[in-house]
């Protein structure tokens, strides 16, 4: 019988596919992988910007793990949007109940439209319930900057924010650079090597780059990879994506999974 390797997205719902669940979901898919979901918050939204954020009860968020793990154990696990610091605390509560194993943490803070998508403390809770169990953090530049205190200008800067940050818990950190300017460049540090990986700036507005990344981070994890491998493989499908993004509404390209 062949071997079906899974990963479970616990995120921010998007209507329009191209971020948060959706967008997680699909790009499992593309990289062969089973994917579980489980929303921990609702969002009207469309490729032109979030509207509203409707958060979903804790408690139900912890209901909703332990239900789907009692029935299928996922190989890696990845946390988006979690608008809520009492949400962040019953994910990790489920997550060292049933020592899942592979978790990429994406601490996302604001939309690609600049809407802001966690409430007040829920950063913080992140860096302190989430960081110490995960694999892997995937920040971006702005998200970096914010935990570690550090303003983010140049490579230097980022291999001392992920030096920082790595000394809230995670396995390693991922700080995305594409905020910055020049080439894209994004950075892993896994407490003993620094590996940077550049690719060309692609030009325009693209949804969900973040949540393709991380995704696909975890669905490279799910299948057997190390750290520094994943880091590869996501830059690549993450980029590939983004080359041939599609327009499917009148907001932002979507990436093409």
Not at 157 to 184: C, F, N, Q, W, Y
Request: net charge negative; glycine share 10%; charged share 25%.
């Amino acid at each position: 019988m062949k071997q079906v390797r899974t990963a479970l997205t616990i995120a921010g719902s998007d209507p329009s596919g191209g971020a948060g669940l959706q967008a997680d979901l699909r790009t499992f898919r593309a990289m062969g992988v089973y994917g579980l979901g489980i929303p921990a918050a609702l969002t009207a939204q469309n490729t032109a910007g979030v509207q509203h954020v409707h958060e979903l009860p804790a408690g139900f968020v912890s209901e909703q793990i332990a239900v789907l793990v009692q029935d299928i154990r996922p190989d890696a696990v990845k946390t988006g949007m979690l608008y809520a610091a009492d949400a962040v605390e019953a994910v990790a509560e489920k997550i060292r109940e049933f020592s899942l194993e592979n978790l990429v943490v994406d601490p996302v803070t604001v939309s690609s439209t600049g809407v802001l998508l966690m409430e007040d403390g829920v950063l913080e809770a992140v860096r302190r319930y989430l960081f110490p169990l995960s694999t892997v953090v995937t920040p971006n530049t702005y998200e970096a900057s914010v935990l570690a205190g550090i303003d983010i200008r140049d490579e230097r800067d980022l291999r001392d924010t992920a030096v920082k940050l790595l000394e809230s818990g995670p396995r390693a950190v991922i700080i995305t650079g594409g905020h910055l300017k020049g080439r894209a460049v994004d950075l892993l540090f896994d407490g003993e090597d620094f590996l940077s990986l550049e690719s060309e700036r692609l030009e325009g507005e693209y949804h969900g780059t973040g949540c393709v990344f991380s995704s696909s981070l975890a669905a490279c994890l799910a299948l057997g990879y190390d750290i520094k491998e994943a880091f590869a493989g996501a830059k690549d499908f993450t980029f590939r994506a983004m080359k041939s993004a599609i327009t499917v509404g009148r907001g932002m390209k979507v990436l093409d999974i």
